[in-house]
Nanobody, 124 residues
């Protein structure tokens, strides 16, 4: 199972970006898809997660109200709409997927499937 993240880039503070995640290779079905990010010198941190078609969603406090996660119509596609970006959002963003309980959706250790990451740089 492989995922492909895209949509990163260099933007200014206050701008918006939309990240996409789609399976590469064979199709598969998972319950939970999530976004994580890792800034230079920092641990990988949870950003947002969505259960199936959007029945449950979870956001990190730092992005709540600015970012929106959604699942696409195509199987196991996912998006992250990021608005009001600031310098603290600068990181490599990874998409991930797993089955199981949504209760542990924030723990990156629980995800067996990962994309390669897409870099988001926000200039202040």
């Amino acid at each position: 199972v492989q995922l492909q993240a895209s949509g990163g880039g260099l933007v200014r503070a206050g701008d918006s970006l939309r990240l996409s995640c789609a399976p590469s290779g064979r199709s598969f079905s998972v319950d939970i898809m999530g976004w994580f990010r890792q800034a230079p010198g920092k641990e990988r941190e949870f950003v947002a997660a969505v259960y199936r078609s959007g029945r449950y969603k979870s956001y990190a406090d730092s992005v709540k109200g600015r970012f929106t996660i959604s699942r696409g119509d195509a199987q196991n596609t996912m998006y992250l709409q990021m608005n009001s970006l600031n310098a603290d959002d600068t990181a490599v963003y990874y998409c991930a997927a797993r089955d199981g309980s949504f209760q542990r959706a924030r723990d990156h250790h629980e995800y067996p499937y990962w994309g390669q990451g897409t870099l988001v740089t926000v200039s202040s």
